[in-house]
C-alpha cells in the first residue's frame, strides 16, 4: 500500500496486486498488477485477452465491454483487483452450435453491420445479451439496449438490422416495429 510522509511525499511501499478471476472459462493468474490497472488493460496488457477494445476508456462507447459476472460491463471502468475472483466473459467466449460464430456473429457479417470492426466485440457482446434478456425486442428497444455502443462506421441502420434478423431466426419476430 502506498504511505505518505507528513510533507505529502509519497513513499512507494508496494503498489502492486495479485489475484486470480475466470476469464473466457479459463482460471486466470494475475501477477503484480497495479492497483489502479482496469479491467481492460489487465485483460489485455497481462493476460493477451485482446477482444475488448480500448477506445475512449471511460466509459462512453462500449468497444470494451465484457460480461462481468453474468452482466454486461464497461472492462475500462472496473478497476482490476475488483474483478478478483470474478468471471469474466468476452467475445471470444461465444461459439455457436457448430462451435464456430453465433447467429449474432453471421448476422452482423450478413448485414454489413461490421466495417472497421473495432467496435464489433463490444456491439455482439451487447445484443448478445440484450437477445438473452429480450428475445422479442422492439426497435425501440433494440436502440435502448445498445445505447452505451458507438460505431462510428455503420450509423446503425445495419446493427439494428443485424439484431432483428437474429430476433426473427430465432423466433422472436414480431416485436420490432
Ligand atoms: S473503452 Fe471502455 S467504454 Fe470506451
Ligand atoms: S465498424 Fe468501425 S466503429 Fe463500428
New binding site residues.
Given amino acids: 500500500m502506498t504511505e505518505r510522509t507528513g510533507e505529502g511525499r509519497r513513499d512507494e511501499i508496494d503498489e502492486r496486486v495479485a489475484f486470480e478471476l475466470t476469464v473466457d472459462g479459463e482460471p486466470r493468474e494475475v501477477k503484480d498488477a497495479w492497483w489502479f490497472d482496469s479491467l481492460l488493460g489487465v485483460l489485455r496488457d497481462r493476460l493477451g485477452v485482446t477482444g475488448p477494445k480500448l477506445a475512449c476508456g471511460h466509459g462512453r462507447c462500449g468497444a470494451c465491454t465484457v460480461r462481468l459476472d453474468g452482466d454486461l460491463a464497461c472492462a475500462c471502468l472496473v478497476p482490476a483487483a475488483a474483478a478478483a475472483g470474478s468471471d469474466v466473459e468476452t467475445v471470444a467466449s461465444l461459439r455457436g452450435a457448430d462451435g464456430g460464430l453465433t447467429d449474432v456473429q453471421e448476422a452482423f457479417l450478413a448485414t454489413g453491420a461490421?466495417?472497421?470492426?473495432?467496435?464489433?466485440p463490444g456491439f455482439v457482446m451487447a445484443v448478445t445479451d440484450l437477445l438473452e434478456r429480450n428475445p422479442r425486442p422492439s426497435r425501440e428497444e433494440i436502440l435502448a439496449g445498445l445505447y452505451g455502443n458507438v460505431?462510428?462506421?455503420?450509423g446503425y441502420g445495419r446493427i439494428v438490422e443485424a439484431v432483428e434478423r437474429v430476433a426473427a431466426h430465432r423466433g422472436g419476430a414480431g416485436g420490432a416495429g
Fill in positions: 461490421t466495417q472497421c470492426g473495432y467496435c464489433t460505431c462510428r462506421c455503420t
